[in-house]
């Protein structure tokens, strides 16, 4: 058995498909799956390559290199994001895409899993050159999605602005108007309401529910948050107006600390208006790395993957960690916080209010009729409830992690699809 000194059997620098396999093999430990299920499982369904011109603000070209993943859609369309960042690659679509099957099977929405992105760093582009890339990328990608077969949404460096340009030039082509090609929207456009908010949001909701659980007052409850983008700062926010005290937040340039609980609301975001959070007039400043091996009762890392690692998990003084971002936890420190017994609430239950309100968009689209925003939180809580008892249901009768039992339940769920509709021909 290891002790707290040594160092697991892992590699750490695993890439995010390694990561997503083992935790499928984790889960199917547990279960009695066909070993061919399992096997299909393990690979995705296709993996599309584009290079994408673009016509630079100068009047150069540039040749950029696209990606969409397509791992299962037993269950329905493929689903999931398109970043725009500097790290995008095809192993990292791949393992982002199978999370997304795990996430729509565990909250039970009739979708598979997609993931795509474009290598480019935002930053570098105008408004413009963003707007040309992703009419570009419509373009090139239509061969393989649609509101019946793949709906990207927003992700890291997309917004829906993003979205707008993209269903626009799809529309174009297609000579309709296809609001269900895409979501994460503008609601002029056939967005929903509480989109943008969801994903912070089922990350507040389901923490509300680890804490009682742990018989834990939020009243009591100190919580540390990296990264106040979208998701860091509504659950930041959310968590505040339940009672608990927010105490540190951050954005890439450095984190800002208030033993007393930081006013959440009163914080701008990184989207709202970027640089405002370290800029911000707190007591104590800290660097990102700090916030994360801060002593209080919940972190939630809510920025990019990989940031809880071998290097810093012996570290960690939270009691509770749940995840805002896509695979914050390497499986070093997975199995570090593991034998340190840290409870990790996965991403793929506590931020999936984002594909849950997507396909709620999605509904709406295909309907041509919107819902309120009430209703829109009032089904986000519901779907979170239900999918938060299933997980907690298996983690009760199993003896497993958060995490095994949020793939247990999916993975089921997957496996019996394959089972029923069976290999063709
Ligand atoms: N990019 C988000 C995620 O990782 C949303 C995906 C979607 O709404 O399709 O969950």
């Given at each position: ?5 040594s160092?697991?059997?892992l ?17 199917a ?6 070993e061919?299920?399992i ?16 016509e630079r603000d100068?009047?150069t ?12 859609n037993?269950?329905g369309?493929?689903?999931?994001g398109?970043?725009y ?12 895409a199978?999370?997304?099957?795990w996430?729509?099977a ?10 795509g ?7 570098d ?11 570009r990328?419509?373009q ?7 509101p019946m077969?793949?709906?990207?949404a ?10 707008a340009?993209?269903?626009?030039a799809y529309s174009?082509q ?11 929207k503008p ?9 943008e ?6 990350v ?11 018989d834990?007052?939020p009243?009591?409850t ?5 990264g106040?983008?979208?998701v860091?700062?509504n659950a930041?926010r959310?968590l ?13 340039d450095?984190?800002?600390y ?8 009163d914080?701008?975001g ?5 640089g405002?959070?370290?800029g911000?007039?707190?007591?104590e ?6 916030l ?27 009691d509770?960690?749940?995840e805002?971002a896509?695979?914050p ?19 793929i239950?506590?931020n999936a209010?984002?594909?849950?309100v997507?396909?709620f968009?999605w ?9 309120t925003?009430e209703?829109?939180?009032?089904e986000?809580?519901t ?5 938060w ?17 949020a ?6 769920r997957v496996?019996?699809?394959?089972g ?6």
């Amino acid at each position: 058995m290891a002790s707290t000194q040594s160092t697991p059997d892992l590699e750490e620098e695993e890439t995010a498909v390694e990561t997503a396999r083992r935790q499928l093999e984790r889960a199917a430990a547990h279960l009695d799956v066909d070993e061919g299920v399992i096997e299909r499982l393990r690979h995705p369904k296709s993996v599309h390559r584009f290079t994408v011109p673009v016509e630079r603000d100068d009047g150069t070209m540039e040749v950029y290199t696209a990606y969409r993943a397509h791992h299962d859609n037993v269950r329905g369309p493929y689903k999931g994001g398109l970043r725009y960042h500097p790290g995008v690659n095809e192993e990292e679509c791949v393992g982002l895409a199978m999370w997304m099957t795990w996430k729509c099977a565990v909250m039970d929405i009739p979708f598979g899993g997609g993931k795509g992105g474009v290598v480019v760093d935002p930053k570098d582009l105008s408004g413009d050159e963003k707007e040309r890339l992703t009419r570009r990328l419509a373009q090139e990608l239509r061969p393989v999605i649609g509101p019946m077969n793949d709906i990207p949404a927003p992700d890291m460096g997309t917004d829906p602005q993003t979205m707008a340009w993209f269903m626009d030039a799809y529309s174009m082509q297609e000579g309709e108007t296809c609001p269900g090609v895409v979501t994460g929207k503008p609601p002029s456009i056939g967005g929903s309401y509480g989109r943008e908010e969801a994903p912070g949001r089922s990350v507040g909701i389901v923490t509300e529910q680890v804490l009682e659980h742990y018989d834990m007052d939020p009243a009591d409850t100190t919580v540390a948050v990296q990264g106040f983008g979208s998701v860091g700062a509504n659950a930041a926010r959310y968590l505040d107006d339940l009672g608990a005290s927010v105490v540190a937040v951050s954005d890439v340039d450095g984190a800002i600390y208030d033993p007393d609980g930081l006013d959440t609301n009163d914080v701008e975001g990184h989207d709202e208006r970027p640089g405002m959070v370290s800029g911000y007039d707190a007591p104590e400043t800290l660097a990102n790395e700090e916030l994360l091996t801060l002593d209080v009762d919940v972190l939630i890392p809510a920025a990019i993957g990989n940031v809880l690692t071998g290097e810093n998990a012996r570290d960690i003084q939270a009691d509770i960690i749940v995840e805002g971002a896509n695979g914050p936890t390497t499986s070093t420190a997975d199995q570090i916080f593991e034998e340190k017994g840290i409870p990790v609430i996965p991403d793929i239950l506590a931020n999936a209010g984002g594909v849950t309100v997507s396909y709620f968009e999605w509904l709406q689209d295909i309907n041509r009729r919107k819902w309120t925003l009430e209703r829109v939180n009032e089904e986000l809580e519901t779907e979170m409830l239900r999918a938060w008892n299933a997980m907690k249901a298996e983690y009760e009768v199993r003896d497993v992690t958060w995490r095994d039992a949020a793939y247990i339940v999916a993975l089921k769920r997957v496996a019996e699809a394959h089972g029923a509709r069976g290999l063709w021909p």
